[in-house]
């Protein structure tokens, strides 16, 4: 089953779930969303006897304002606390660990931040809400000067972003401190199948206007970036997904490839692609198939026919 919530819904996916019977959950807000007459719109008391009757359903969301129901409403299974493994960048880290056991992190309260010694932080460094959304509430540090005015901006603007979302989406009751992960940035579009195999539906490179530039402004994706990290990637995901034991669960991973070539996950969004429908569709024009129908099914792209005469 599918959940289309807030704020944007593309017309891709809206013809995809219509023409090809997907069951969407009718939640006050997919009913408000624009969906095609003839949409298969199943109540809320149906999606939690599906979730009930099955092991590992497939479930996708095209935002994560739905994590909020899910929490609520299927806290009766594992879900939930698979999600919040992604979702709360601490969980994260202490999940990918024995990855690089030697990188640094740190949880501190909002209330505490500025009692932090900035000598004893290693810059520069990526500070960002513990559970987090879109590059909302992340800074990087340089220096200590840049610190102090970074504390004093996260405090003031803390409280208006609060309410934006529900807290299993944006918490800003806490922040995490990292290190600073230099190299190339990619985005990964994947899905862990019923066997917990990961299948990549997509490869991008993120592009930024500066060293200083945390945005979601600017993505690639060509014939190059797919057949160069293809393997690396999938055997990448393989590792995290073991950690985690997820099964019928899809993925928009974020990670970087440092200058001695360490692959680096910055985190995993959880139960989506890339950003509000942005990524799959963008794989459907770029590469002629349907990553959601893809998942739904259960179906492997054949890169190398994909790819080919591209």
């Known amino acids: ?8 819904v593309s017309e891709f996916l809206k013809r995809t779930v219509k023409d090809n019977g997907i069951p969407v959950v009718g939640t006050d807000i997919a009913k408000k969303l624009g969906l095609y007459s003839g ?18 359903p497939i479930i996708y969301t095209t935002s994560e304002n739905a994590i909020g129901w899910i929490s609520k409403y299927l806290a009766f299974s594992n879900l939930p606390r698979k999600i919040q493994l992604f979702k709360n ?43 987090g959304f879109f590059s909302m509430g992340v800074y990087q540090i340089s220096s200590q000067e840049q610190w102090f005015k970074t504390i004093d901006s996260i405090i003031a ?23 600073y992960i230099t190299g190339e940035e990619f985005a990964v579009d994947a899905y862990y199948n019923s066997t917990g195999e990961p299948v990549i539906l997509n490869i991008l490179k993120h592009i930024f206007s500066s060293d200083a530039d945390v945005s979601d402004r600017l993505y690639i994706s060509s014939k190059a970036i797919i057949e160069s990290n293809l393997e690396e990637f999938t055997d990448f995901l393989d590792k995290i997904g073991k950690f985690a034991g997820v099964k019928n669960f899809p993925v928009h991973i ?37 990553p959601y129908l893809y998942y739904y099914l259960q179906k492997k792209p054949d890169w190398n026919e994909i790819i080919k005469g591209k």
């Open 39 to 56: 949409t298969n719109l199943i109540s809320e008391e149906r999606a939690i006897e599906m979730v009930r009757e099955l092991d590992n």
């Open 157 to 179: 603007d803390t409280a208006p972003m609060k309410d934006l979302y529900p807290k299993e989406v944006l918490d800003t009751s806490s922040f995490i401190i990292e290190q």
């Open 254 to 290: 974020e990670l970087r490839r440092d200058n001695q070539g360490n692959l680096l996950p910055i985190e995993v969004n959880p139960m989506r692609f890339g950003g509000w429908c942005t990524t799959p569709d963008m794989s459907f024009f770029a590469y002629g198939f349907n």
């Open 89 to 131: 960048k601490v969980k994260f880290r202490e999940l990918i660990q024995t990855i690089d056991p030697n990188f640094y992190f740190k949880e501190v309260r909002t209330d505490d931040l500025k009692k932090i010694q900035v000598k004893e932080i290693p810059l520069p460094c990526i500070i960002k809400p513990k559970v």
């Open 1 to 8: 089953m599918f959940f289309v919530d807030k704020p944007y």
